[in-house]
């Protein structure tokens, strides 16, 4: 059994991770930007953040299905990369028109490079499944190991410099990612992510799928369904997490004060630090026929949720009697909430390239972001709730949420086992 990683894997890494320092540097800022310098409510700044977040992960089943049959994996991401490198640019400047184009050229570029990104990363692994999910998990490591450059350098120059300084960071750095892709395309094999031939775009349509096809896309599906109550809840982060960091917390270091979009970066340290560790893991139960199968790593990331959830009540609970949280309380919420997010991102990344039919690979993890696009939407818009009523009523319906989805996952399991193992015995 091969056990070493395709030679193309450190380009799509540093690609995903200048992606990611861009995205995550700039969402650092959204809501606490549209705040304190274009004075929104929250209730108003939460709607904002919902819709553009949503509408990031609603784009790509668009960039999928034009991938699939037009443009190819590559054509695409390099698409993507161009429209949101512009799009970062134009938050650079203070006009509130080109404020809302930049937010526009983002989600257009996104839908181009985040499913195919995606699913190229899947397709390096077609002749060594076994090593997919450990992959999955190192890549996994670039996206975060930009999420956490990203907050660090744009929030800081954002809070403490000038806004538009922090925007600007992240459209240089999604320049880099661009031309890191470009240039270092040339180690992918070469019959990977290229153009559609026009027989194939014509021939797309008239295939049939067979029962066990269907049956591993009811499972994409299901799956993708309960990802909604973990990514409503963990984007949090972003919105209510992030005013929650600006208003209560106390930030001090002795006479320093830490900015609060810099605790964007607390998630991606400790992805940094426990994704070697998750990626050992699954590799090593792997090969003694042990792994936990999907289901069952999908509801423990939403138990682990919960408690991430439940440190964020024990924090509003101590705002109530002293009038701040601890900063503790917070650190642990990312801790928890990085651990669940372990056991369920990867994995669902690994699930739609593992079981999607092949000429519906883009397709279906489209369909993967389509669940996160609800997700972010109705956590963006649940959070403008932060400040209407009390803080550990609040987060305490997400540790609701997460556990009953949790409970109903492993209920089902068996079900969803059946489907995946006809899947593979096709």
């Known amino acids: 059994m091969n056990t070493s990683h395709p030679k193309a894997l450190p380009i799509l ?34 709607q904002l953040y919902g819709a553009y977040t949503g509408l990031v992960y609603l784009t790509p089943i668009i960039g999928g299905w034009l991938s699939d049959r037009f443009l190819g994996l590559r054509r695409s991401i390099l698409i993507g990369g161009i429209l949101m490198g512009l799009g970062h640019l134009s938050l650079a400047f ?20 985040k499913p195919n990104m995606s699913s190229l990363v899947g397709s390096l692994y077609e002749k060594n499944e076994s090593m997919r999910d450990s992959g999955y998990t190192i890549f996994y490591m670039g996206i975060n190991l930009g999420g956490f450059l990203g907050p660090i350098i744009c929030g800081s120059l954002g809070e403490k410099l000038d806004w538009h300084y922090g925007f600007g960071a992240a459209g240089i750095g999604m320049g880099i990612g661009v031309l890191v892709f470009y240039f270092g395309q040339k180690l992918l094999p070469s019959h990977i992510g290229i153009r559609p031939e026009k027989k194939n775009i014509s021939n797309i349509s008239k295939i049939k799928l067979s029962k066990i096809e269907w049956n591993r896309i009811k499972t994409i599906l299901v799956l993708s369904f309960f990802s909604i109550f973990f990514w409503a809840a963990f984007e949090q982060a972003g919105s209510s997490m992030n005013l929650f960091a600006d208003r209560y917390v106390d930030r001090s270091i002795g006479e320093w004060m830490i900015p609060a979009s810099v605790f964007q970066s607390v998630n991606p340290i400790f992805i940094l630090i426990f994704a070697p560790i998750f990626a ?4 090593t139960l792997a ?19 919960s408690l991430g959830f439940a440190c964020l009540v024990l924090g509003a609970r101590q705002i109530a009697v002293v009038g701040f949280a601890g900063m503790h309380y917070l650190l642990l919420a990312y801790l928890f909430n990085t651990l ?32 996160n696009a609800v997700a972010h939407y109705l956590g963006g818009v649940f959070s403008g709730l932060v400040s209407e009523i009390p803080l550990a009523v609040f987060f305490g319906i997400f540790i609701g949420f997460a556990v009953f989805a949790a409970i109903i996952l492993f209920l089902i399991r068996p079900t969803l086992n059946s489907w995946m193992s006809q899947g593979k015995s096709q």
């Open 280 to 283: 050992k893991i699954w590799s």
């Open 287 to 305: 090969k003694k026929n042990m792994e936990p199968d999907k289901p069952i790593k999908f509801a423990l990331g939403l138990l682990l949720l």
């Open 94 to 113: 203070e006009e509130i028109e080109l404020f809302f184009l930049g937010l526009f050229l983002l989600v257009l570029g996104n839908g181009f490079f």
């Open 340 to 371: 669940g997010e372990l056991c369920l991102s990867p994995v669902g990344l690994s699930m739609v390239s593992e079981l999607a039919p092949s000429h519906l690979t883009s397709m279906m993890m489209g369909i993967w972001f389509l669940s």
């Open 13 to 46: 890494f540093l690609t995903e991770m200048w992606e990611r320092f861009s995205y995550y540097g700039m969402r650092a800022l959204l809501v606490l930007y549209a705040v304190k310098f274009l004075g929104f409510s929250d209730r108003s700044a939460g």
